[in-house]
Structures are given as structure tokens and as C-alpha cells.
């Protein structure tokens, strides 16, 4: 491995658990939490393809189309290492079919204070964390307190056009964001009740996945 | 559903039908502010218990014990701090059992509830008290007819209650109801006020008068008309934002941007100078008529219907000048102007408008 590559691997996992801690300490705020690994990854991924509409930039445009909704294995290691130094806690665990389990996350005391050093120090940070919020107040409103598996309905990764095994590509070097489309299609055709482009941007999407699930 | 679809509409793997549905019902899904704001669990909670109340009155039920959500900006330290019960999914229904809850809440669905089942009132309203929540925004569903919001809680003798009346009858937003609910909020929580004056006997308003103004007239048309209309403060509209919008859900109702000023004699002196500067009658005047043009322009930038310059008048003496001025400015441009004059107490309020009659003022003992 380059030292450019190692380097940009630290920088991302930097960033990843930065994103992990805003996301379940705004959770925590609504009295949302504790937060399902399926729950994490799915708002973890929307707020990466639905950044843009904050000008927050994303840690990462591209997953592994495999399995009911967008998982990133590399993160999920992360996640166990924020919980394992308390600066998450695992509320409680569920045992799945074939041994797998899943951990339901809330804040610890260090991620609390992490949090409130992020907000006080970065433009970055706070914009981020008002992405996260209002991500996590439409998708538990609506669809993510039954159910996560999204990946049939959500614009990029149900693309017919990538097949299952394949990467879904939403990265700044490629302009099928189909996610962000559907946000601007929904906010331009709307545009007579005036939304606000950046959170209602956000809130229709998730609308949208409610309907589009409940049709599946 | 047809995979080709969403492909002819470019959206990827997005469901036609679902989104069409987004488009078709998209009024309810727009915001009226950041998620987690007192304004957001303001619109929310009250559309939410309204909705809650009208299910119960289709089944013909009486609400056993009233609901009430109290706002905190982070209700998981104040909820565990009280030690009560986490309720994520309190807010998602509105056909679930909320009858004998007391809960803190900050966003829109999701709170922490007392452990107890609150029968009365009083019993609730001692509970807000012991857990110190007295002064801070709060929403009650008291019967199946009546909604009560203090927006500054249910301690604060400085800002009155806002109430809706829930029955069958539709809510009727149009400019005859808007010019009656801005009289209903002067009457009510302007004339008078207690808190929008630093220094009554100076005739010193607090520091930014028209952002205070405009929150309380905010939160007031939110409570009469959440269920109907998005009413939003700040949206942006051209190279300006407009203080308040009203768009109706219902294209047969009528949608109207409120420009607010404020009218003084002085303006508020600074932090650490004590000094007031005056301000005189043509300076209130112009500056007054400056939101004929600006509110002119918010209604046909973006296509509303009415067009408001509301001025609240902090000025001594109720004096006409500036209500004539700004209706002859405004009539051109179809923009409809109201002055309301702000008393600084109820001598004042009395002798303006019961002037015959004794002024009222209590005789000095000894």
C-alpha cells in the first residue's frame, strides 16, 4: 500500500467516525436512539448520496451493491472501534438467523463531549450535523423505525443499470446521483409551495422511500 | 411497476408511482424550519394532536385525559435527567393511545414521557413545574376541541396562550381570516405586551424589535394555521427574505407574504451606553414605507396572492401620520398596510380607548 493511499484511508476513517459520532448524538437529541447498525448505515449512506443539497462534502460515493440496503464493511469496523472505547455504547444487541447480530448504539459521555468540540471548532462539522438532523428526524418519522431495507426503491442502488456485485457509483466524478435527481425532480415540481432546497430536499426523498416502500 | 418507469424520467431505480405520489401530496411533506427548532415541534406537535383529536371525535370518543409535549433543545439530557421514559416512536400516529401524557420532546416524533398516567390538569401542570419545564414552549390537546399552545410555557404571564378550536368545520384561510387573526394577535398578544418593551416608562423597545415581533406573530399564525398552510419565517425570495410566508396547502385558499416593521421614538441603546437615540416622526415614517416596495416585490417575485406591511408602532401618543402614510404608499402597489399601536401599559391601553372616561389611575395612598 502507497503511503498516499494509507494516508487517504486514515483521513477517510477520520472522517467516517466523525460522521458516526454527529449522526447518533443528533439521534440522541430527538430521543431517537438507540440506533440499529442497519439504521446507521442507511442514513450514513443517504447523507453521503443527499450531500450536495448542504454542500457537505461526502466521505465516500460508492458502494457495494449487495444485500437489501447499502452496508459499508469498512465503516462497521469503525463503529465497533467508537464502541468499544465508550464513546459509543451498545444499548443492547439482537441475534439474527444464522448467528448474525445486530448492535443498537447510543452516545457514551466521550462522544457527547467529542460532539460538542466538533460543533464549536468546524463550519464543516455543524453543517454535517444539520444534514444528520433533519436525515434522521424524516427517515425515523417514516420508514426507518420499521424497517431499512431500502436498496429496492432508492434511486442509485435499485438502478437496474447496476447489477448486483457491482459498485454504485454516486461520487462527485460521476453525475448519476440519482438520489439528488429525484430530491430536485420532487422540489422543482413542488416549487409553487416554495420548499426550502436543503432540508426539504432531504425530507421528500425520505418521503418518497416511505411510499415507495410501502408499495413493496 | 414498470422498470422502464423511472428510466424515462431519469431517476434511476426510483419508483414512479411513489414519486408521483411525493409530487401529488407534497404540501404535508414540506417544512417550516430546521428539524429540532421550537418552531418545527411547534407545527408538528400541533398538527399531530389536532389529527390525533379528529380521530377520536370520527370514532366518537372523548379524549380520556389531556396530551401535552414541552419543548427542550436536547430532550434525551433533560428526559434522563427527569428519569423518565424514552419514547422513540411517541408523534409517529396519530391514531396512537396519547391520552395522560406528559412528554418532553425536540423533534418531531420521539420524546421522553413521566412515568405516570396524568389524569388532570393541575396534576400536569404541577408535573411541568417540579420538572422545571414552566417556561418552556409547550403543546396541549385539552379535549377533542381544544388546543392550547403557550409559547413560552405554561409559567410565562408575558406571552398569552394561543387556542384552536378543533371541530368538523374546514379552516378557512383567506384575507378576511388572515386581517381578523393579525387583529386577534394584536388584541391579544400585542397592544399590551410585557415583553417587548426594555424600559416602559422610557418608551425603550428590546434589542431587535421586529425579530421578537416576528417570532411571537410566527408562532400565533403556526398555531391557527399549521393544519392548512405552511407558515414560514425568513424564506428566501430574490436578493431578500421575506418575514413571513403564508402558502396555503389548499390552492382555493390564499397565500400572502407579511412584511413587518417596527415604529419607535427611540432606538434601544447598546450594551454598556445608556443612551437612547431618538427617532423622529419623518425617519419612522420612511422607514415604515420602505416595506411597501419590499413586500410588493416578495408577493410578485414569487407569485402570492396578498401582499402585508404590517407596522407595530412603539411610538407615543397613537398618532395617525404614519398609518395615513403608509396606507397612501401601499395603495398603488395593492399592498394592504396596518399600523397597530403598542401601549406600554393598561392606563395607556384604557385611555385610548375609553377616552371620556375617567383615566382610571389609582389615587396615591397618604
Partial sequence: ?216 | MNANDTETMGLGGALKAAVEAVVDNGAAGISVADAGTRTAFLDAWARTLTEHARYLRSKGESLSAPVVLVHAENCADVGEGLGWTRRPMLGGAPTDPFSGTLAIGTGEIGAYAAPEHLQDTNVITDAIRAANLGHSLTVALLSTSVLVIWPEGVDSDASPEIRRELDDAPVVLDLTALDQALKQFYERSARQSRTWWKDRAKRITVERPEGVVQNDLLHFLLGKYSEVARVKAETVIGHGRADITLTPMNTNFTSAVLELKVTRDFLTPKPGTVTPTACSLNENIDWAKSGVSQTAAYRDDESLEAAYLCVYDFCAGNREEIGKAIEDAAAPYSVIARRYWITTSHHEHRKDRYPDLSSGVPRVKG
Avoid at chain 1, 503511503?3 to 447518533?24: H, P, Q
Avoid at chain 1, 437529541?29 to 449512506?45: D, E, F, K, N, W
Avoid at chain 1, 464543516?124 to 444528520?132: C, D, N, P, V
Avoid at chain 1, 460521476?174 to 426539504?200: F, G, S
Fill in chain 1, 1 to 216: 500500500m502507497s503511503m498516499a493511499t494509507a494516508s487517504s484511508r486514515l483521513d477517510s476513517a477520520g472522517m467516517w467516525k466523525a460522521w458516526v459520532v454527529l449522526c447518533i448524538a443528533e439521534a440522541r437529541r430527538m430521543g431517537l436512539t438507540p440506533v440499529a447498525t442497519s439504521q446507521l448505515h442507511v442514513i450514513l449512506y443517504l447523507a453521503n448520496t443527499l450531500a450536495d443539497l448542504f454542500y457537505v462534502t461526502r466521505v465516500r460515493g460508492r458502494v457495494l451493491k449487495r444485500g437489501d440496503y447499502p452496508f459499508f464493511p469498512d465503516v462497521q469496523r469503525e463503529v465497533d472501534r467508537l464502541a468499544f472505547t465508550g464513546v459509543l455504547v451498545i444499548e443492547h444487541v439482537e441475534f439474527g438467523a444464522k448467528g448474525q447480530m445486530a448492535a443498537h448504539y447510543g452516545l457514551g459521555p466521550q462522544g457527547a463531549e467529542i460532539c460538542k468540540a466538533m460543533l464549536a471548532h468546524s463550519g464543516e462539522a455543524q453543517r454535517t450535523a444539520r444534514l444528520l438532523r433533519e436525515l434522521v428526524s424524516a427517515c425515523f418519522g417514516r420508514f426507518l423505525n420499521a424497517r431499512a431495507d431500502i436498496g429496492a426503491v432508492d434511486a442509485n442502488y435499485g438502478n437496474a443499470a447496476v447489477a448486483l456485485g457491482e459498485v454504485v457509483d454516486f461520487s462527485e466524478w460521476n453525475i448519476d446521483n440519482k438520489n439528488v435527481e429525484v430530491a430536485r425532480y420532487l422540489i422543482d415540481h413542488l416549487r409553487k409551495l416554495r420548499p426550502d432546497a436543503q432540508r426539504d430536499g432531504v425530507r421528500l426523498y425520505c418521503d418518497y422511500l416511505d411510499r415507495a416502500m410501502a408499495e413493496t
